[in-house]
Nanobody, 124 residues
Framework: QVQLVESGGGLVQAGGSLRLSCAVS????????MGWFRQAPGKEREFVAI????????TYADSVKGRFTISRDNTRNTVYLQMNSLTPADTAVYYC?????????????????WGQGTQVSVSS
C-alpha cells in the first residue's frame, strides 16, 4: 500500500516562505513522476508543479513560476515544494500525488496516489 504524507504547511505572512515535504512509503518512487496540486476554498483542485523520477525535469503552473521550486530526494523517498514570495492567493490545501505512468501530466486524473493534504494560509 502506497502512502503519501505531506507536512510543512502553516500560516505565514505575505512575502514569506514555506517548505512542504511529501514522504512516500510502501513503494520506491525514484522512477515515478511526482506532483503537487492545491485546492483553495470554493475552487477546483489545480496543478502546481511536477518533477520527473530523476528530478531532472520540472514544470510549473504559470501562477507559481519563479516563486515555487519542486525537488526530490530519492534516497529519502521524499518530494519537496519550496514556496517563496507567498501571497494570499496561494492560500489552499496542498496535495502531493504520485503518477505511475512515465509521461508528464498536469491533469489530476492521471495520478494514482494522493496524500491527505496540508493547509497553507497566507495573511495579507
Amino acid at each position: 500500500q502506497v502512502q503519501l504524507v505531506e507536512s510543512g504547511g502553516g500560516l505565514v505572512q505575505a512575502g514569506g516562505s514555506l517548505r512542504l515535504s511529501c514522504a512516500v512509503s510502501g513503494r520506491t518512487v525514484s522512477s515515478q513522476i511526482m506532483g503537487w496540486f492545491r485546492q483553495a476554498p470554493g475552487k477546483e483542485r489545480e496543478f502546481v508543479a511536477i518533477v520527473t523520477g530523476s528530478g531532472g525535469v520540472t514544470t510549473y503552473a504559470d501562477s507559481v513560476k519563479g516563486r515555487f521550486t519542486i525537488s526530490r530526494d530519492n534516497t529519502r523517498n521524499t518530494v519537496y515544494l519550496q514556496m517563496n514570495s507567498l501571497t494570499p492567493a496561494d492560500t489552499a490545501v496542498y496535495y502531493c500525488a504520485a503518477r505511475s505512468s512515465p509521461y508528464f501530466s498536469a491533469n489530476e486524473r492521471g495520478y494514482d496516489y494522493w496524500g491527505q493534504g496540508t493547509q497553507v494560509s497566507v495573511s495579507s
